[in-house]
């Protein structure tokens, strides 16, 4: 599947964006989906995971009560609320496929997108 990331940029401290993601596939329903983020001499990290049908969430702690992912399948689209951005939020931020159930593990994600840049200034 091939996926499309958009609505990266700067920011201040405290501010918001929204990223996008949209699949080109017929069978979006079918894949769990997340956000990925990697920051320079970090490893990439899964951030907020979603269930195939939306009813179920992840977040990693550093982001949680910040972040919020949502996907519309009619769409092919799967979206990251970024609130609250911090400095330490900077990183390029990919969105990933699963054709698993465990929209929460790392491991199981296996297409990625190409990366769209997040930088929030202090």
């Known amino acids: 599947v091939q996926l499309q990331a958009s609505g990266g940029g700067l920011v201040q401290a405290g501010g918001s964006l929204r990223l996008s993601c949209t699949a080109a596939?017929?069978?979006?329903?079918?894949?769990?989906m997340g956000w990925f983020r990697q920051a320079p001499g970090k490893e990439r990290e899964l951030v907020n995971g979603i269930s195939r049908a939306g009813g179920s969430t992840y977040s990693a702690d550093s982001v949680k009560g910040r972040f919020t992912i949502s996907r519309d399948n009619a769409k092919n689209t799967v979206y990251l609320q970024m609130n609250s951005l911090k400095s330490a939020d900077t990183a390029v931020y990919y969105c990933?496929?699963?054709?698993?159930?465990?929209?929460?593990?790392?491991?199981?994600?296996?297409?990625w997108g190409q990366g769209t840049q997040v930088t929030v200034s202090s």
């Open positions: 596939t017929r069978n979006f329903s079918s894949y769990s």
């Open positions: 990933a496929a699963n054709s698993s159930p465990h929209y929460y593990s790392h491991g199981h994600y296996h297409q």
